[in-house]
């Protein structure tokens, strides 16, 4: 009996130690950084959340914001308008078909095996109170701009129609 008892002592150290360092070797930090609501935001790198107030965006509910692997901001969006590392609003960055009261009006996602696009997926514009835009993607290219990056392709014909952000 004692000798199950140590080794099972023994094998649960050892999965707690693999977790940790796989943790601490594999953690990014792609959603170190959120920007939200009225120029706000929150820098989580160290653990800690850090007050941001250099945020250029207004929105009442949804919004996305994307870093890179070491935590250092890309771009961010509320679904309508995408704003770039330094705050500026990004070439070809407005009017997207995202509606601001959406509880996610935007999903950012890194495209597979490529270190330069991303994808912004968007839910519904308020259309004269019809909600029939549905679901949309875009196409950010950083590599644009000197690496701040260029809304590049725009889904006119939406993935989904008649979706709603209403329940």
Do not use: R
């Given at each position: 009996?004692?000798?199950?008892?140590?080794?099972?002592?023994?094998?649960?150290?050892?999965?707690i130690?693999?977790l940790?360092?796989?943790?601490?070797?594999?953690?990014?930090?792609?959603?170190?950084?959120w920007?939200f609501?009225?120029?706000?935001?929150?820098?989580?790198?160290?653990?800690?959340?850090?007050?941001?107030?250099?945020?250029?965006?207004?929105?009442?509910?949804?919004?996305?914001?994307?870093?890179?692997?070491?935590?250092?901001?890309?771009?961010y969006?509320?679904?309508?308008?995408?704003?770039?590392?330094?705050?500026?609003?990004?070439?070809?960055?407005?009017?997207?078909?995202?509606?601001?009261?959406?509880?996610?009006?935007?999903?950012?996602?890194?495209?597979?095996?490529?270190?330069?696009?991303?994808?912004?997926?968007?839910?519904?514009?308020?259309?004269?109170?019809?909600?029939?835009?549905?679901?949309?993607?875009?196409?950010?290219?950083?590599?644009?701009?000197?690496?701040?990056?260029?809304v590049?392709?725009?889904?006119?014909?939406?993935?989904?129609?008649?979706?709603?952000?209403?329940?």
């Amino acid at each position: 009996m004692h000798y199950l008892l140590k080794l099972l002592f023994k094998k649960q150290n050892l999965a707690i130690v693999t977790l940790l360092l796989t943790t601490t070797l594999y953690a990014q930090k792609e959603g170190a950084i959120w920007y939200f609501g009225n120029h706000a935001g929150f820098n989580f790198i160290t653990g800690s959340p850090v007050a941001l107030n250099d945020s250029a965006l207004y929105t009442g509910e949804g919004c996305a914001t994307i870093a890179d692997a070491n935590g250092d901001l890309l771009f961010y969006t509320n679904g309508v308008v995408v704003y770039n590392k330094n705050h500026e609003l990004m070439p070809n960055g407005s009017n997207l078909d995202g509606w601001t009261s959406s509880s996610q009006s935007a999903i950012i996602i890194k495209k597979p095996q490529s270190d330069t696009i991303y994808y912004i997926f968007t839910t519904v514009s308020a259309d004269g109170g019809y909600y029939d835009n549905g679901l949309n993607f875009y196409e950010v290219d950083l590599s644009l701009e000197n690496g701040l990056g260029d809304v590049t392709q725009e889904n006119n014909n939406p993935i989904g129609t008649n979706t709603t952000p209403l329940a």
